[in-house]
């Protein structure tokens, strides 16, 4: 997707997620997590904030949050600043500015108005929610990008202490209404944090990017080759995924069957939190 788009994602849905939450209660719970409102309006505050001063050159490290607003109305008004402070920074800086990230696939600008554009869309449907309004979906191109972008940034990757030791179980994603695929394998991270001394020895997974999302032709024989193959509408598949909606519909088949189904939301669980 173009640059100007992720800026503009950023801008419109921190305006829908502002205009959801104008009304509501602090105390109404987000139906999403262990939130209230107020704990939703203060998150994306916090990160917005974080962010456009991270485009503005700051190391993200060193970036002070801003203190959290008693008021309902100081908070929606310190949200409304951020997105604002957010959407202005990235317009005026150009994608390939330096920028820092967590991710060592970041480093750009664009990297963060990507992030940050799904980073909103999914919080406008956290509120929403919390609102008890219809959930508005965007663009097939913006759910599909969700998709890619929540099971590169988040599922995929090992960092250079671990390992990752593939299972031999396989698992396809794919989109009904647009071109767009994915292939999950599965398997265990193991490794000693450097700087904490904890062991972990988790359930993983590796994202083979040569499918994802540029047309590749998925045969039918690579469809038979698979355990588990879900097969969803873009928008649905990218809700599925980071919790925010319902299995319901999919076409799911393979030998892996429901209990697979079910490893790959747990393996979601464990990389969005």
Do not use: I, K
């Given at each position: 997707?173009?640059?100007?788009?992720y800026?503009?994602?950023?801008r419109?849905e921190?305006?829908?997620?502002?205009d959801?939450?104008?009304?509501?209660?602090?105390?109404?719970?987000?139906?999403?997590c262990?939130?209230?409102a107020?704990?939703?309006?203060?998150h994306?505050a916090?990160?917005?904030?974080?962010w456009?001063?991270?485009?503005?050159?700051?190391?993200?490290?060193a970036?002070v949050?801003?203190?959290?607003?008693?008021d309902?109305d100081?908070?929606?008004?310190l949200?409304a600043?951020?997105?604002?402070?957010?959407?202005?920074?990235l317009a005026?800086a150009?994608?390939?500015?330096?920028?820092w990230?967590?991710?060592?696939?970041?480093?750009?600008v664009?990297?963060v108005?990507?992030?940050?554009?799904?980073?909103a869309?999914v919080?406008?449907?956290?509120?929403e929610?919390?609102?008890g309004?219809?959930?508005?979906p965007p663009?097939?191109?913006?759910a599909a990008?969700?998709?890619d972008?929540?099971?590169?940034?988040?599922?995929?990757?090992?960092p250079?202490w671990?390992?990752?030791?593939p299972?031999?179980?396989?698992?396809?994603?794919e989109?009904?209404?647009?071109?767009a695929?994915?292939?999950?394998r599965?398997?265990?991270?193991?490794?000693?944090?450097?700087?904490s001394g904890?062991?972990y020895?988790?359930?993983a997974?590796?994202?083979?990017?040569?499918v994802a999302?540029?047309?590749?032709?998925?045969?039918g024989a690579?469809?038979?080759?698979?355990?588990?193959l879900?097969?969803?509408?873009?928008?649905e598949?990218?809700?599925w995924?980071?919790?925010r909606?319902?299995a319901?519909?999919?076409?799911?088949?393979?030998p892996?069957?429901a209990a697979?189904?079910?490893?790959?939301?747990?393996l979601?669980?464990?990389?969005?939190?």
């Open positions: 997707m173009e640059y100007d788009t800026v503009l994602a950023v419109e921190t305006e829908r997620f502002l959801a939450l104008g009304t509501t209660d602090a105390d109404a719970p987000v139906p999403t262990d939130w209230t107020a704990d939703l309006l203060w994306v916090e990160v917005q904030h974080h456009a001063a991270v485009v503005r050159g700051a190391h993200g490290e970036v949050a801003p203190d959290r607003p008693e309902l100081a908070l929606r008004t949200a600043t951020a997105g604002t402070e957010l959407a202005g920074a005026e150009a994608p390939d500015d330096a920028a990230s967590w991710h060592e696939d970041g480093g750009t664009a990297w108005a990507r992030r940050q554009a799904h980073e869309v919080h406008r449907v956290d509120a929610l919390t609102a309004r219809a959930v508005t663009t097939v191109e913006l990008d969700g998709v972008e929540v099971l590169h940034v988040m599922l995929d990757g090992v250079d671990g390992t990752f030791t299972d031999g179980v396989t698992v396809r994603l989109c009904t209404n647009v071109d695929s994915w292939l999950l599965l398997g265990r991270f193991t490794g000693t944090g450097p700087e904890t062991p020895d988790l359930d997974a590796a994202v083979q990017r040569d999302a540029h047309g590749a032709d998925v045969t690579a469809r038979d080759d698979v355990d588990l879900v097969r969803a509408p873009a928008w598949l990218d809700m995924l980071w919790g909606g319902p319901d519909g999919f076409d799911v088949s393979g892996g069957g697979l189904l079910e490893r790959v939301r747990q979601m669980v464990e990389a969005t939190q």
